[in-house]
């Protein structure tokens, strides 16, 4: 097990109490889902855990990682993505390249992720998209169609024998701003980012 591994692993705990407190906000995941998405990473991982559902001296042999893997490459195996339709200029082609680089070539790992731990968070980290497993992020706001509308997410860094967590707190605000000189307001929605 990685150091980062390791770090993530004894303060998972902390997380969702420490993020609530630390941006003054709900989260929501339940102590049931909790409990699954250590499971999951437990059976994933390099962990010599034996699913609770085995009785008796039986030793896995990790299968549900190969199914996963292969359900994947199945999914992704002749996917392709075009951008076209959209506004012209370098904006088509930009996001081309980031679809390309960022989401083509990591389909099959992001898929077998969604196979293995009931799905991903795709985030925008300024340059391309990174896929978060659940373990990564807890949601902070969804509709009634359950689409996630804010959501705080956790990196994690190793200097030596410091260990460092990001929280980024991603959101929709509604806030008012002054469009003319007369001092005249419209409402707007904003995307807020947060750092902890």
Same mark, same amino acid.
């Given at each position: ?5 390791w770090?993530?692993e004894k ?11 630390a ?6 995941l ?11 990473e437990q059976?994933?991982?390099?962990h010599?855990?034996?699913?609770? %559902?085995?009785k008796g001296?039986?030793e896995t ?17 002749n996917?392709?993505?075009k951008v ?11 996001? @081309?390249?980031?679809?390309?680089e960022?989401v083509?070539?990591?389909?099959t790992?992001?898929?077998?992720d ?6 991903v ?8 998209? @990174? ?14 169609n359950g689409?996630?509308?804010g959501a ?16 980024? %707190?991603h959101?929709f605000?509604?806030t008012k701003?002054?469009i ?13 980012i947060?750092?902890?």
């Amino acid at each position: 097990m990685g150091l980062i591994s390791w770090f993530k692993e004894k303060i998972k705990m902390l997380f969702k109490t420490d993020a609530e407190k630390a941006f003054g906000v709900e989260t929501y995941l339940s102590p049931e889902m909790e409990n699954a998405i250590k499971l999951w990473e437990q059976l994933e991982g390099a962990h010599n855990l034996t699913p609770p %559902w085995v009785k008796g001296k039986v030793e896995t042999i990790k299968f549900s990682n190969t199914i996963a893997d292969e359900l994947a490459k199945l999914i992704t195996q002749n996917i392709d993505i075009k951008v076209q339709g959209i506004r012209a200029g370098v904006m088509p082609e930009q996001m @081309q390249k980031v679809i390309d680089e960022y989401v083509l070539q990591k389909s099959t790992d992001f898929m077998c992720d969604v196979a293995k731990f009931g799905g991903v968070m795709a985030k925008w980290d300024g340059k391309g998209i @990174q896929f978060l497993r659940p373990d990564m992020f807890l949601v902070t706001e969804f509709n009634s169609n359950g689409e996630i509308l804010g959501a705080i997410f956790f990196s994690y860094h190793a200097e030596g024998k410091k260990y460092y967590t990001r929280a980024e %707190w991603h959101r929709f605000e509604t806030t008012k701003r002054v469009i003319d000189e007369s001092g005249q307001t419209e409402t707007v929605r904003i995307y807020r980012i947060s750092n902890k």
